[in-house]
């Protein structure tokens, strides 16, 4: 029998629960425009993952650590299948704080799709399908978490692969410059500067790109200019 990660409500800490069959905790499938990253404007299926060890303070999904259901890899298949969409994106929350989304991952590039995956940083990415794009954050100052940043993943890191720092104050975009700087982590892949929703303009965080000269790529969060903080979009 094995074993499956079920994420608890009140700390989303993992605890044991016996199945026969992989199965996730999944908060929500949807399909929508991929709003971040390389695969930004495709049409794409969402599939997010329930839990998350982490309380970011400006977290858009709180909503997705604790409420889901449980489905077998084969359901989840399925109902992804059901869009019609190319593009497959594993968000969360923390998808990989539940281990049995890194069989999921496999699935979904056995089946051909283009598969990219949201993480925190915090957890582990040696074990990610080597066909999946990794999209990792580095947790600036204003998210509360920054000492949570897993240094340990920069040498996992490939071309095919996104750092994405989400930047709240001009304090918050320096020590994202000293840090770029530091790991030298513009040599590893591609790296995503964004400005926190609704915390800081978009234009001050343009200008200070182009008067620092960081080779970094600006992006705004599409799906939000298109709806807002509409949950499924």
């Known amino acids: 029998m094995s074993l499956e990660v079920q994420e608890t409500p009140a700390t989303g800490s993992p605890t044991a629960a016996p199945s026969r069959v992989p199965r ?11 709003g971040e990253a390389d ?32 489905l077998e890899l ?24 539940q281990p049995n989304c890194l069989q999921l991952l496999e699935r979904l590039c056995d089946a051909g799709y283009a598969v990219s995956l949201e993480t925190s940083g915090a957890l582990d990415i040696a074990g990610v399908d080597a066909r999946v794009s990794r999209v990792v954050d580095v947790k600036t100052p204003e998210s509360g978490e920054a000492a949570r940043n897993r240094i340990e993943n920069f040498p996992h890191l490939t071309a095919r692969d996104q750092l994405k720092f989400v930047i709240g104050s001009r304090a918050d975009f320096d020590w994202s410059r000293e840090f770029l700087a530091e790991h030298e982590l513009a040599g590893r892949c591609q790296v995503l500067f964004s400005p926190s929703y609704g915390k800081l303009a978009p234009t001050a965080l343009a200008d200070w790109i182009l008067e620092e000269r960081l080779p970094v790529r600006f992006q705004l969060q599409l799906h939000k200019i298109l709806w807002g903080e509409t949950p499924g979009k």
């Open 39 to 70: 695969a930004v404007g495709f049409p794409s299926v969402f599939v997010r993952l329930t839990g998350c060890p982490l309380r970011c303070t400006y977290c858009d999904t709180e909503y997705a650590f604790h409420a889901g259901e449980w």
């Open 74 to 97: 084969p359901e989840i298949l399925a109902r992804v299948r059901g869009y019609g969409a190319r593009h497959v994106c594993v968000t969360g929350g923390e998808p990989l704080a």
């Open 24 to 34: 996730l905790r999944i908060n929500e499938i949807f399909h929508s425009l991929q």
